[in-house]
């Protein structure tokens, strides 16, 4: 067991490495693509770099259910990263930058936007269990391909109002020094790698899992959640340090829409079909809201997220691993089965 405990071990470590260098080549071809087409800021942080650095866990969705047949682990993963984008890249951002600005277009679009796409997930999974119930799960669905496409035409709604955005935003687009082509292929790279390193990261979920003998999902959600967000993280980071807390606040929230809305039903589009546990996807889901309400609740405050603040979503995502430890070793048992 110790063996196989340190090989698992290695395969997360590399993994994790190799998606934070490749998440580097990424940030930094987004932005210099987002210059070189003179998008808007927050256009910039929700589509652009939210995508490029949200691709680790469309991979982990995709790999998952297609590779693995373990739906369950990619949308954990999710929801992990999901729960680590909204509680603690904000929170370092805001402790490393000393606060981050926010303004409307933030708070108003990309927040609330997010809150409904939440939503939308949750409802496809009920019709799941509604129309496609599993007998062997004692609440559980097959998501099939016309319900996948439910989120994904949401997210085409959400591409819809940036592309307006796009076209209120009068700039110049800056092309000293920066070649399309070239950064293209650079991001292009940067996928490659970080799509190889998310199957390291999936199989040593499932290696723990099988190890210690508890659910795949669990290590969906630390593991796996925690290694596919570095991109995220860094890009988010330096976006603060920088100044430019409306590019570092709109990745965290574009990043999560873009999660739910495509790489969730990624899987589902490439496998055909997946079957989701509705007992374990609402208590996580519901945690998840909470944990959009909270933030969303200090970013309104004067539009800012401070630094005593970001402390306070650092703890409670304290809370939410503290919760998982407990579940894990049979103390409480708010989700099922874990």
Known sequence: MVSG?????FLALVGTAIVWKASDMLERSSKRLSAYYGLPPVVK???VVAVGSSFPE???????TYVHGAFDLGVSAIVGSAIFNLLVIPALAGIFADGVEADRS???KEAQFYMIAVSVVMITFSLAVIYHPVADMRLGGTVTRPLALLPVGLY?????TQWQDTQDYDAEASTDGISPLREWAS???SLVLIAVAVEWLVQSALGFGGLFDTPDFIWGLTVVAAGTSLPDTLVSVRAAKENDGVTSLANVLGSNVFDLLIAVPAGVLVAGSADIDFSVAVP???FLTFATVVVFGFLRTELTLSKTESWGLLAFYCLFLVWMVLETVGVTHVVPGA
């Open 106 to 108: 933030v708070v108003y």
């Open 58 to 64: 469309l991979s982990s969705t995709v790999v998952s």
């Open 187 to 189: 991001l292009l790279a």
């Open 156 to 160: 085409a709604v959400y591409i819809f």
């Open 5 to 9: 405990l340190g090989w698992f071990v």
């Open 45 to 47: 942080g929700a589509i």
């Open 284 to 286: 996580l889901m519901g």
